[in-house]
């Protein structure tokens, strides 16, 4: 067996360029490599790697969320109204309600864009306008907290075994479905094809509209678990939970090489996004970095880590119109 | 490649919309017939826990007094803000209410209004040359200073505060800063300020304290954690109990339900606020009083200097039933 330089650069340069500020990280920095800081920014990226992983099946469709930060607002508050004083089943119910609620949303989203044909971006933007504002009205702003044995929820947030984070668990678990969805399921094959060409799939008989209205629920899932840890990590119910999720659970998802046009994309790259900015913005507050800096810095990082890695996926290839 | 048809569509749909929101707030200013009409601009009312109470009380004394209020939102965007004032003098508001993103960016639109007519005054943020009610943002950081000087009194040497800040760069974050620093400046104590960002949310708060005990991983590594908003500390003190970091002082700034009830436990060394009900039933009020004395430059005198507050587990009456 011969081994082609050139072909592992391609093939795991752009996965090394996106762990270089954490490969950077944890040779000069030894509080950052402590297992307790690795743990900590594991449970903190959790979130966000829940939403990105929804959002990666949904952008290889072709598509956006951008109601899944209100989703998860809405989801955490069912919940602990669900919750009650935390009885086992009342517990049950909350959960249920939900990851059910999210994915009623996200079904609604899938009908306006492939039944009603209206764009995902305004499609979901509205619908996040809509489901913000049934937050507010439901809860008329004010803060739900979990009530008596209901507060134990802040176990699946901010809870180790041993050291590693819970929260965790329920990331990779994400990681799981979302992979075996894309590489294991006829479904998956489905999506890519979709999101290369609707065209053409539609030509082919694929069931498109199905598609993107399934997508869609999924990915409304995958926010009402966010939200859940949202609500776990204060133990309440917050009105602005989730505020920018969207927009970080995107950036991830693109940094991680999910094409925006769709068609393209991998959950392994999503991962490596989402770990990327969750080891940056740890990695500046532990030296005690300004806030005023600290956006101006990252978005520096990110442009750096993002063009060396392209420059290593794509062997040269360029598209003027960033589409690539 | 773009898809020009979804573009298409989107701008079509965007203008259906704005059509159906113009007719909207048309049919809406029209159902205003009350004599006096008092628009108000409020920075984030689904991202700023106090803007809801604020808006409960400026409702009740608008309904006592039999006047007309017209909330904007700006999502706190200054340009946001900008554009609400305007749209405030194009309706013809009796007068309007500004509670400040950032009190130099608003200037100019208050130029505007004042030009034509519609007086204007400055709420829970000093805007230079308008009547004020509510507390100066400037006092308010002193004497949570001050506060934190008391709660720090018997510990020895060389000191270190993490500090919650608000939105970095908007002027209750930046005068709050700058009355905090004026008074440990004048204190003489050797105090080093760790600023966190955490934009009014508990979640990131949070966020922020973890990484912050990871920076600071020893007792007596940081003496004290201060918010410069409510509800972002109680999350952090539960991190802390868990974590055998129970030697750090909290204190904080605002008043939330959880923020009460850590005071009375004991975990919450003491918090300064204003009470935000109150100050949304004090903007009304005042501007009814102007209205009826004919004089928009002057404040009443109920409206002077309402209190800041302090309180901790020894003055626990001060918050008391109070929060939200």
Known sequence: ?324 | MLNFEAIRQSRTLARSMMLVVGAWMGLAASAYSADYTIGISIWDVSNNPSSVPIIAGMNEAAKAADVKIIVSDPKWDASAQVENIRDFVTRHVDAIAVFPIDVVGVEPAIHEAEKAGVPVIGALGKIEGLPYVGVDDLEYGRVHARLMLEALKNIKGPKRIGLFRGTAGGSPDRLRMQGMQEVFKASGADITIESVTADWSPEKALTGFQDLLQRFPNKGDLQLVASMGNCMIPPSIDWAEQNGRDEIIFTTMDLCKSDVDAVQKGTLYGVAFQDVHDMGKLVVNTLVAMHKAGDYHTLPEFARNPPIIVCTKATFENCKGRGF
Request: charge should be positive; proline fraction near 2%; include cysteine.
């Open chain 1, 1 to 324: 067996m011969t081994i082609n330089g050139a072909g592992l650069l391609k093939r795991y340069g752009f996965m090394t360029a996106l762990l270089l500020p954490a490969i950077f990280l944890l040779i000069v920095d030894e509080r950052f490599r402590s297992a307790q800081n690795l743990s900590n920014v594991l449970a903190q990226s959790s979130i966000v790697g829940i939403v990105a992983i929804g959002m990666t099946l949904v952008m290889i469709l072709g598509g956006f969320d951008l109601s899944v930060g209100a989703i998860a607002a809405l989801s955490g508050l069912c919940a602990v109204v669900a919750f009650g004083h935390g009885d086992p089943l009342h517990m049950a119910l909350g959960v249920g309600a939900a990851i059910g609620c999210g994915i009623a949303i996200g079904l609604v989203n899938g009908v306006l864009i492939s039944r009603l044909a209206i764009n995902p971006l305004i499609a979901t933007l509205a619908m996040a306008s809509i489901v913000r504002g049934v937050v507010l009205i439901a809860s008329e702003g004010t803060i739900y907290r979990a009530q008596g044995d209901a507060a134990a929820i802040t176990i699946i947030a901010l809870g180790r075994w041993h050291v590693f984070p819970i929260a965790g668990f329920f990331f990779i678990g994400s990681i799981i479905l979302g992979w075996f969805i894309l590489k294991r399921m006829r479904f998956g094959h489905y999506i890519y094809a979709i999101g290369g060409s609707e065209t053409a799939s539609t030509l082919a008989g694929l069931p498109v509209s199905r598609m993107v209205i399934v997508t869609y629920a999924i990915v409304g899932g995958f926010a009402g678990v966010a939200g859940l840890l949202l609500l776990a990590r204060t133990g309440s119910a917050l009105t602005n939970a989730g505020v920018g999720l969207e927009l970080e659970a995107i950036t991830a998802t693109v940094i991680g090489g999910t094409r925006l046009g769709g068609g393209e994309g991998a959950i392994s790259g999503t991962v490596l996004g989402v770990l990327l900015l969750g080891v940056i913005r740890n990695g500046l507050n532990l030296n005690g970095v300004s806030p005023f800096w600290q956006p101006f810095i990252i978005g520096c990082i990110l442009l750096i880590t993002v063009v060396v890695s392209r420059r290593a996926d794509s062997g040269g290839r360029r598209s003027r119109a960033g589409f690539l």
